[in-house]
């Protein structure tokens, strides 16, 4: 799907507000309301637009402790990254899980936890429990320097 500058002035308005109005997105953008609807249904179709969700505050919810944990695997074959990959997408703690190269390991984990104790026992019962981990490096996060989930839209 080709985006114009129309699509993309949408697509930036709704990663900063996604709760924001049909009627005060077109009049940010400088369509009509009928016209700017049928973009966000079509960038939905496209699936451009994945999905709408509220972003919550960590700490305000007491988890003040972020990790990121690499972990590395004994083989690595089909059979062991899907066991893994089932089993992490299980865990709620785990934000993110990538499959990843040119490290010590062979994914990367991003959690949240309440304290040292949570992510002791996240470690310790279902982390290196699961079938294949061989190791676990851990780094702790003292500060977010850069925190957004927008995507640049600025490469076309």
Same mark, same amino acid.
């Given at each position: 799907?080709?985006?114009?500058?129309?699509?993309?002035?949408?697509?930036?308005?709704?990663?900063?507000?996604?709760?924001?109005?049909?009627?005060?997105?077109?009049?940010?953008?400088?369509?009509?309301?009928?016209?700017?609807?049928?973009?966000?249904?079509?960038?939905e179709?496209?699936?451009?637009?994945?999905?709408?969700?509220?972003?919550?505050?960590?700490?305000?919810?007491?988890?003040?402790?972020?990790?990121?944990?690499?972990?590395?695997?004994?083989?690595?074959?089909?059979e062991?990254?899907?066991?893994?990959?089932?089993?992490?997408?299980?865990?709620?703690?785990?934000?993110?899980?990538?499959?990843? %190269? +040119?490290?010590?390991s062979?994914?990367? =984990?991003?959690? &949240? #936890?309440?304290?040292?104790?949570?992510?002791? !026992?996240?470690l310790?019962?279902?982390?290196?429990?699961?079938?294949?981990? %061989? +190791?676990?490096?851990?780094?702790?996060? =003292?500060?977010? &320097? #850069?925190?957004?989930?927008?995507?640049p839209? !600025?490469?076309?």
């Open positions: 799907m080709t985006i114009d500058r129309y699509d993309r002035q949408i697509l930036a308005v709704l990663q900063q507000d996604g709760r924001i109005s049909n009627q005060e997105l077109a009049d940010r953008i400088g369509l009509s309301p009928s016209p700017c609807l049928r973009r966000v249904r079509t960038l179709e496209a699936g451009l637009i994945a999905g709408y969700r509220a972003l919550l505050d960590a700490k305000k919810l007491g988890l003040t402790l972020m990790a990121l944990i690499g972990i590395s695997m004994d083989q690595h074959t089909p062991r990254f899907a066991n893994l990959e089932a089993t992490i997408s299980d865990i709620p703690e785990v934000l993110e899980c990538l499959l990843i %190269t +040119g490290q010590q062979d994914y990367q =984990l991003k959690v &949240v #936890v309440r304290d040292m104790d949570a992510y002791q !026992d996240l310790l019962n279902k982390i290196t429990r699961i079938q294949g981990v %061989t +190791g676990v490096h851990t780094s702790f996060v =003292l500060r977010k &320097v #850069v925190d957004r989930t927008a995507l839209l !600025d490469f076309a």
